[in-house]
């Protein structure tokens, strides 16, 4: 920042996200600043022709509360983007469990959905819908564990129960997936229905394991993961399955895979 006194108007120029054009009154010291957000290039500040003794001090206080404000206006854009995807969730969960709830609340709901897109959620299936749901939850429940513990290791370590099964809910989908792309392809399509095994890495807490042998009868499904807290609820989930005879999970890492010929089909999730 460069700073200069005279007697004529004093320009201070500092690097800023956005440019402010100030209104002088020629009875104060400083002008009142208002913002433009269509020029984006610096912030400037003008001192009145009377000030000869410039306040350093005063002067960053004063940029200091337009960088606070700049912060509460970002806030503010974010925050609509949090509500609305809020309400989105709220309206999946109150169609899900079907229920009633208040209807004040509901119809802002509706307002909120209205204005965002009238069909969004008109023609989701119920699995549609549920993945949705949950990849809403597991959204907001990541960012609630990140902001709860900043200085937490990288990586997928999370052991809250909500956030691996609402994880696990949207992998349920992947099989839908998959099966789209086999009526395309004969030669998936034929490997799904042959006797064999299908290897899912990653498997969480199971449900696409669970769901990959509801789809595929003929198939034997393993599902391995390094993370003992996701395959203790896998190993739950399976047990009140009707596929429980057919699903195997094992602790593992896929480098540490030994009987990797058995596999017909192998599901290995990709980097986002």
């Given at each position: 920042?460069?700073?200069?006194?005279?007697?004529?108007?004093?320009?201070?120029?500092?690097?800023?996200?956005?440019?402010?054009?100030?209104?002088t009154?020629?009875?104060?010291?400083?002008?009142?600043?208002s913002?433009?957000?269509?020029?984006?290039?610096?912030l400037a500040?003008?001192v009145?022709?009377?000030?000869?003794?410039?306040?350093l001090a005063g002067?960053?206080?004063?940029?200091?509360?337009?960088?606070?404000?700049?912060?509460?206006?970002?806030?503010?854009?974010?925050?609509?983007?949090?509500?609305?995807?809020?309400?989105?969730?709220?309206?999946?969960?109150?169609?899900?469990?079907?229920?009633?709830?208040?209807?004040?609340?509901?119809?802002i709901?509706?307002d909120?959905?209205?204005?965002?897109?009238?069909?969004?959620?008109?023609?989701?299936?119920?699995?549609?819908?549920?993945?949705?749901?949950?990849?809403?939850?597991?959204s907001?429940r990541?960012?609630?564990?990140?902001?709860?513990?900043?200085?937490?290791?990288?990586?997928?370590?999370?052991?809250?129960?909500?956030?691996?099964?609402?994880?696990?809910?949207?992998s349920?989908?992947?099989?839908?997936?998959?099966?789209?792309?086999?009526?395309?392809?004969?030669?998936?399509?034929?490997?799904?229905q042959?006797?064999?095994?299908?290897?899912?890495?990653?498997?969480?807490?199971g449900?696409?394991?669970?769901?990959?042998?509801?789809?595929?009868?003929?198939?034997r499904?393993?599902?391995i993961?390094?993370?003992?807290?996701?395959?203790?609820?896998?190993?739950?989930?399976?047990?009140?399955?009707?596929?429980?005879?057919?699903?195997?999970?094992?602790?593992q890492r896929?480098?540490?895979?030994?009987?990797?010929?058995?596999?017909?089909?192998?599901?290995?999730?990709?980097?986002?």
């Amino acid at each position: 920042m460069s700073a200069g006194s005279h007697s004529a108007d004093l320009v201070i120029v500092v690097d800023a996200v956005c440019e402010f054009n100030m209104t002088t009154n020629e009875s104060a010291d400083f002008g009142q600043p208002s913002v433009d957000s269509r020029n984006s290039r610096c912030l400037a500040i003008r001192v009145c022709k009377q000030r000869q003794n410039f306040d350093l001090a005063g002067m960053a206080a004063l940029v200091s509360s337009m960088s606070f404000e700049l912060l509460l206006n970002k806030w503010q854009a974010l925050n609509s983007s949090v509500e609305a995807l809020a309400a989105i969730g709220a309206e999946l969960r109150l169609r899900r469990e079907e229920l009633k709830g208040d209807s004040r609340v509901r119809a802002i709901l509706q307002d909120v959905l209205h204005s965002i897109d009238p069909g969004l959620l008109e023609d989701l299936d119920t699995n549609q819908e549920s993945a949705a749901l949950a990849l809403i939850q597991t959204s907001f429940r990541q960012a609630i564990d990140l902001l709860e513990n900043p200085a937490r290791a990288p990586g997928w370590n999370y052991e809250d129960p909500g956030i691996l099964e609402s994880q696990g809910e949207v992998s349920r989908q992947i099989v839908r997936g998959i099966n789209l792309v086999a009526a395309q392809r004969p030669d998936l399509g034929a490997a799904l229905q042959k006797r064999g095994a299908f290897l899912d890495v990653g498997t969480g807490v199971g449900r696409l394991a669970i769901e990959a042998a509801r789809s595929w009868p003929s198939l034997r499904v393993i599902g391995i993961d390094p993370w003992e807290p996701a395959l203790s609820l896998a190993r739950k989930n399976l047990a009140q399955s009707d596929v429980a005879g057919r699903v195997e999970f094992r602790l593992q890492r896929i480098e540490d895979l030994d009987d990797k010929t058995i596999f017909n089909l192998a599901w290995l999730p990709g980097p986002l």
